[in-house]
């Protein structure tokens, strides 16, 4: 019901504020300057960012159409905060692949998890961790190793941070890191940094 109550107000906030559809919500962050680089976003859309979580949602939508709220709000906050691409990437691809696509909750819930829409909490809340999300809602890998068969093998102590198991564990997994399953893109700590700054400045430039 709750979920009900979010897409008819997203349907209620597009109605009145049509240019959401490519504008932030937010006026103070719409001089947030995102990146280009192509080959993220390709390894985001494909699920080879080499952060379990993240890839399993991005592997399950293309396979179904479909992926967990959960999933959702983690490849939403990797995509703008982690990666720092445009939120509107995100959103065309949901839109793409999505069999419950809906244009006004779809560009809710991506301004949402960027921090640009109607909700004003801190931009700092939705920086989500991949990795203490993954630990929290899948201990032991099921959902992990459901989209990302390559990891099956990996034990449970390493499947949310393959990248840390030794070359030894890796070839007894069968699952040499860089090889078989790809090392982070980005290193979560250090893009929450950058990301911290980026939407602080923007803020401090609005006020200006």
């Known amino acids: 019901?709750?979920?009900?109550?979010?897409?008819?107000?997203?349907?209620?906030?597009?109605?009145?504020?049509?240019?959401?559809v490519q504008l932030e919500y937010q006026p103070k962050y719409r001089n947030i300057e995102w990146i280009s680089d192509e080959q993220l976003l390709a390894a985001w859309q494909q699920g080879r960012t080499g952060?379990?979580?993240?890839?399993?949602?991005?592997?399950q939508l293309?396979?179904?159409?479909?992926?967990?709220?959960?999933?959702?709000?983690?490849?939403?906050?990797?995509?703008?905060?982690?990666l720092h691409l445009d939120w509107r990437h995100g959103e065309a691809h949901f839109m793409r692949h999505l069999t419950d696509g809906d244009v006004a909750n779809n560009n809710g819930n991506w301004q949402?998890?960027?921090?640009?829409?109607?909700?004003?909490?801190?931009?700092?809340?939705?920086?989500?961790?991949?990795?203490?999300q993954a630990r929290r809602f899948d201990p032991d890998g099921a959902y992990v190793r459901r989209w990302v068969p390559e990891l099956e093998?990996?034990?449970?102590?390493?499947i949310h941070e393959p990248w840390e198991m030794s070359e030894r564990e890796q070839r007894a997994a069968a699952c040499p890191i860089g090889r078989a399953y790809p090392a982070p893109v980005v290193d979560h700590r250090e893009e929450r940094r950058v990301a911290m700054d980026?939407?602080?400045?923007?803020?401090?430039?609005?006020r200006t």
Not at 1 to 20: G, K, S
Not at 62 to 73: D, S
């Open 198 to 206: 980026r939407y602080g400045a923007a803020a401090a430039a609005a």
């Open 51 to 59: 952060y379990p979580l993240v890839d399993a949602g991005m592997r």
């Open 112 to 132: 949402w998890i960027a921090s640009t829409g109607v909700d004003p909490a801190p931009y700092a809340r939705r920086m989500f961790n991949p990795v203490l």
């Open 153 to 158: 093998g990996v034990p449970d102590a390493h």
């Open 62 to 82: 293309l396979e179904t159409g479909w992926m967990h709220n959960r999933a959702r709000m983690v490849v939403g906050s990797f995509l703008t905060k982690d």
């Open 1 to 20: 019901a709750r979920q009900l109550a979010w897409r008819e107000f997203y349907a209620h906030v597009l109605l009145c504020n049509p240019t959401n």
